[in-house]
């Protein structure tokens, strides 16, 4: 009698019963050793455990991994690798939501938009320029991932915007959302304009015309200080403000 093909002997069986014979084969093999029983038994109970790691993984039941289809998908990794330790996302980066924000009406007018009084971006001033409206228009400072407003230092500076737009019904504002440099530049786009939106959410919330308030995000575009460390991150977790009156 030739010798018999191994594929052949295996052919028709089932992957647990080619697992059995397997390791009915090495238990065999084993016990003719001079080793002893219990030593027989941990390797018998290793090898099962690899093989039935390598079953499943013929079946596809086994593991996270993802093929890597493309560069994408590589470099997308390698991003996601350098993140700091402390970088929390969410569940989705690429997208947050509003939340109670989105109750808030739109503007009746764009600025910038033909037929409408109020112009673009670019005709809006930087209070800090003026000593007596920086005093008022102060930065709105965030926690580290978060757009909700804390302090009673931030709820001062609501306040006291909110009363100068009252003694001033013909000024618009424009809310700058800003991250620190941390994170993808989607992600801090994303949550710059989560910011913003709760600062005018605010607003409104505290007498302020929705019509008067418009909001951006340059996300970690605009830092005001490029450092590393804590405080400089801090700063430049913020909600800005440019002002225009008719």
């Known amino acids: 009698m030739g010798l018999v093909n191994p594929f052949q ?20 093999g084993c016990t003719g050793c001079s080793r002893s029983a219990d030593d027989v038994w941990n390797d ?39 993140r700091p330790k402390d970088f929390i996302p ?5 997208e947050l939501l509003v939340g109670d924000a989105e109750a808030i009406p739109a ?8 037929g409408s009084s109020i ?11 003026d000593p007596d409206m920086a005093a008022i228009f102060e930065h709105i400072h965030f926690p580290y991932n978060s757009s909700l407003i804390k302090g009673d230092d931030n709820m001062q500076i609501l306040h006291h915007i909110v ?21 993808s ?31 951006i995000s340059y996300g970690k575009e605009r830092l005001l200080f490029d450092e590393d460390g804590e405080e400089f991150h801090r700063l430049n977790r913020r909600g800005q ?6």
Request: proline share 4%.
């Open 185 to 215: 530049a989607a992600y801090n786009f994303a949550l710059g304009a989560n910011r913003a939106n709760t600062v005018r959410t605010a607003l409104v919330r505290e007498g302020a015309s929705p019509d008067r308030l418009f909001t």
């Open 90 to 94: 969410l569940d989705d980066e690429e």
């Open 107 to 114: 503007p009746m007018e764009s600025p910038g938009d033909e």
């Open 241 to 246: 403000f440019k002002i225009y009156e008719k």
């Open 119 to 129: 112009p673009g971006i670019e005709a809006f001033k930087d209070p800090a320029l």
């Open 9 to 28: 002997f295996f052919w028709g069986c089932s992957m647990k019963q080619v697992q059995t014979i397997l390791l009915s084969l090495l238990i065999l």
């Open 44 to 82: 018998t109970k290793t090898a099962s455990r690899h093989m039935s790691r390598g079953v499943d993984s013929i079946g596809g039941k086994r593991g996270t991994s993802r093929q890597i289809a493309h560069q994408g998908d590589f470099e997308e990794r390698q991003r996601v690798a350098r």
């Open 163 to 183: 009363s100068y737009l009252a003694r001033h019904p013909r000024m618009s504002i424009f809310i700058e959302g800003h991250c620190d440099k941390r994170g």
